[in-house]
């Protein structure tokens, strides 16, 4: 897939989560113009992922961060530079 914008990227970076997670919660926060480039323009952005699911139970922080990586391989690097994920269990976001 091809650079896409902002709007787009987000829709399906969200899709791909939410497909391959099945989150109970999922936040997703561009934080690509704090990283010095404009969100608006054609390229890779930079985002924060805060992600509760019941996929992660089990998992280490490692695991828990390739799941995410996985569900998102098909945006990078063209549509996704970097990630800082935030990755919980139902149990320990007291959302069980």
């Known amino acids: 897939m091809g650079i896409s914008t902002m709007e787009e990227r987000l829709a399906r970076l969200r ?27 054609n390229g890779a952005g930079h985002y924060l992922i ?9 998992l280490s922080a490692i695991g828990r961060h390739r799941l995410v990586y996985e569900a998102v391989a098909p945006m990078m690097p063209a549509d996704v530079h970097a990630l800082s994920i935030q990755a919980q269990t139902p149990a320990e976001a007291g959302t069980h």
């Open 15 to 41: 899709g791909y989560l939410e497909q391959a997670l099945v989150p109970q919660r999922l936040d997703i926060v561009d934080h690509t113009e704090a990283h010095g480039h404009d969100p608006q323009a």
């Open 50 to 58: 805060r992600v509760v699911s019941s996929r992660f139970d089990g």
